[in-house]
């Protein structure tokens, strides 16, 4: 089944069973087909994805959509701006970028993506991938406030929770927004020169035109790459403990456990204060340059 739009402004919603295309003065409807192939031409097109109890998987591109359920495949040209509810079911969501700049917004049950020429927004999907294409793409992640798990490599960002999970690929530079003690961050650098800054619950990473900024950690865990990474672990918050082993680092302090390994360069600076902050060296054969600086004491 064919559907073709007017050249203005339509309209599509569809189900997993039914795509309809509405504008002034126009209606076509598809109810009860296997496969629907709809072009919504010129002109601003919105759409409205409307899915079930049961497992859909969406894909979107800038200009198109396919959608697929256990009763229709629909796939969709020429589209601008979309609203995807996919229900409760384990559902599928991918969403590729252009070659503009991207913004995403994503959380729990709820992603937003916003390009030069078309946003998409998708309630509840049990997963989804987003890939940037080009540009200076950027995305901010969110905690859903229960027990998440935050994965960064140089590619790829995921979030884990309870079976579902958000995965972005190739962003140029991303937020993530943790919960509190419960969230787990790991991290990994790149192949080159990368630099990690840590103070007060926020971390910044920078390396091979990548940017990652995350605050409000439970538990931080980084691996280097490669390539001569430097970290700069800044103490402000007091009766934290820092310990030093022959390949890794961990400062533990009120709110966040942080481990270093795998880098070339460690730089603790405890901010001068009434607090006692302790340094434990717990190997003195290092295999990466160590300096501390500030008001440790040593045990």
């Known amino acids: 089944m064919e559907i073709e739009g007017t050249g203005n402004e339509d309209r599509l919603f569809a189900t997993t069973r039914l795509a309809r295309v509405t504008a002034e003065g126009y209606f076509a409807q598809a109810l009860g087909f296997g496969s629907v192939s709809v072009d919504l031409g010129a002109g601003f097109d919105p759409a409205i994805f409307r899915g079930d109890e049961l497992n859909q998987e969406l894909l979107l591109t800038p200009a198109s959509a396919s959608y697929t359920s256990a009763t229709m495949r629909l796939d969709v040209a020429n589209l601008e701006r979309t609203t995807s509810n996919l229900s409760t079911g384990l559902d599928t969501l991918v969403v590729d970028g252009g070659q503009g700049q991207e913004v995403v917004n994503a959380r729990y049950g709820n992603v937003l993506v916003v390009g030069p020429t078309y946003s998409h927004r998708?309630?509840?999907?049990?997963?989804?991938?987003?890939?940037?294409?080009?540009?200076?793409?950027?995305?901010?992640?969110?905690?859903?406030?229960?027990?998440?798990?935050?994965?960064?490599?140089?590619?790829?960002?995921?979030?884990?929770?309870?079976?579902?999970?958000?995965?972005?690929?190739?962003?140029?530079?991303?937020?993530?927004?943790?919960?509190?003690?419960?969230?787990?961050?790991?991290?990994?650098?790149?192949?080159?020169?990368?630099?990690?800054?840590?103070?007060?619950?926020?971390?910044?990473?920078?390396?091979?035109?990548?940017?990652?900024?995350?605050?409000?950690?439970?538990?931080?865990?980084?691996?280097?790459?490669?390539?001569?990474?430097?970290?700069?672990?800044?103490?402000?918050?007091?009766?934290?403990?820092?310990?030093?082993e022959r390949e890794r680092v961990e400062l533990q302090t009120a709110t966040t456990t942080t481990t270093i390994g795998d880098v070339d360069s460690v730089i603790a600076r405890s901010i001068l204060d009434d607090d006692l902050d302790v340094i434990e060296i717990l190997d003195g054969d290092l295999e990466f340059l160590f300096e501390a600086v500030g008001d440790w004491t040593s045990n």
């Open 122 to 244: 998708v309630y509840a999907s049990g997963s989804v991938v987003l890939n940037a294409t080009g540009g200076n793409d950027r995305f901010t992640l969110n905690s859903s406030g229960s027990q998440d798990q935050f994965s960064v490599t140089p590619e790829t960002t995921r979030w884990t929770r309870e079976g579902s999970f958000i995965e972005l690929n190739n962003f140029a530079n991303a937020l993530i927004l943790g919960g509190g003690g419960n969230d787990t961050l790991s991290l990994n650098g790149t192949e080159g020169d990368d630099s990690l800054y840590l103070a007060n619950s926020i971390l910044a990473l920078s390396g091979s035109g990548t940017t990652v900024v995350a605050r409000e950690f439970g538990t931080i865990d980084y691996q280097g790459g490669g390539g001569n990474d430097l970290v700069t672990l800044i103490e402000e918050s007091g009766n934290s403990v820092l310990r030093v």
